[in-house]
């Protein structure tokens, strides 16, 4: 733990009452300077701290950032958040945990950001991150399981995504094959998963979840692809950015447990009943042609299964998929 996240739970543990300077240097073994010094740094970052003569200092009020001690707290995982990295700004979270894997980082480790300077989609496409309203997450695991299987991780994130929208926001979200999460046809939710494998067997994949929350109508940017929203658009108020992540986290545990002892049925159930496009015809484009059908289910390997409308089941494994109408 850093010195700053040490004096934060020293703070925390004071539920609002005095710590004295000395006490703080003598818990940590730093100079009554270096205390000081945190403190400075933890009011430019927004913590109202305030200090009383012969007293010592007091926590009167922490900034809305999302902060790995608060999260830390209260998460009850097995594996996800075995190490919880926060940073207030990066170029991108995949970028940046990819580089920790490859140093060895612990099944688990999630790296969250305040802000993304060059957020990430697919296809070399951005993903707008402004600072202090969403959330930029990456989460690193390393599954036992074939490359072939990985896709079954996009859909076990966007399970998770849905069901923390519905659980935290009283928000009703679909899935979008493969990777997007809509509200009435908006966009809230990005996933971009990505992986290390050699021959068969995955080494380590990231699962990369940007969620729309705080973000007001007027830091959406202009030309977006498809309509885009968030929490605050569609609930009109705020949400607890912490509190969404420490459920979304314990989701994603559960369901990954579920995934390696069970197999990808029940995601798959799940990720079914929360698509808006089962049962439905559609069109899909691919890359030289495009085919009209129904909807009837999902493969293990995360392809669409298609119903054409001239000839049997269509296996879709890339492709923009579009609902037509009734
Ligand atoms: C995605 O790509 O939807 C994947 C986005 C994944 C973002 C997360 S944030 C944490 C982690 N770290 C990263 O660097 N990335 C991941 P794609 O399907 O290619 O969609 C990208 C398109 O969505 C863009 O071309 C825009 O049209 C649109 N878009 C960009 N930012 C958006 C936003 N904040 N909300 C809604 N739509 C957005």
Sequence with gaps: MSTR???LSLFYGRKGDCLSGQEISEQLGISRAAVWKQVKSLREQGFRIEAKHAQGYRLLEAPELLLSTDIK????????????ISLQEVDSTNVQIKKLAERGAAEGTVLIADRQSAGRGRLGRRWESPSGVNLYCSILIKPQMPVQQAPQLTFLS????VET???????SAQVKWPNDILVNGAKICGLLNEMDAETEMLHYVILGIGVNL????????????YPATSVLREMGQRV????????LLEK?????????????????????????????RVSVSQQFDELTGTVVGLD???????????GGIERILAGDVRLLET
């Design 5 to 7: 996240d040490q004096i």
């Design 73 to 84: 707290r209260s998460l009850e995982t097995r594996v996800i958040g075995s190490e919880i």
């Design 158 to 161: 966007s399970v998770a995504v």
């Design 165 to 171: 929208l519905s659980e935290v926001c009283s928000l």
């Design 214 to 225: 705080n973000m007001a109508v007027e830091q959406f940017p202009p030309q977006l692809n």
């Design 240 to 247: 607890d950015r912490a509190r969404f992540l420490k459920v």
């Design 252 to 280: 994603i545990d559960q369901s990954y447990d579920d995934l390696q002892k069970d197999g990808f049925a029940s995601i798959r159930r799940r990720w079914e009943s929360l698509c808006d496009i089962m049962n439905k």
């Design 300 to 310: 293990p390997d995360g392809a669409l299964r298609v119903q054409g409308d001239t």
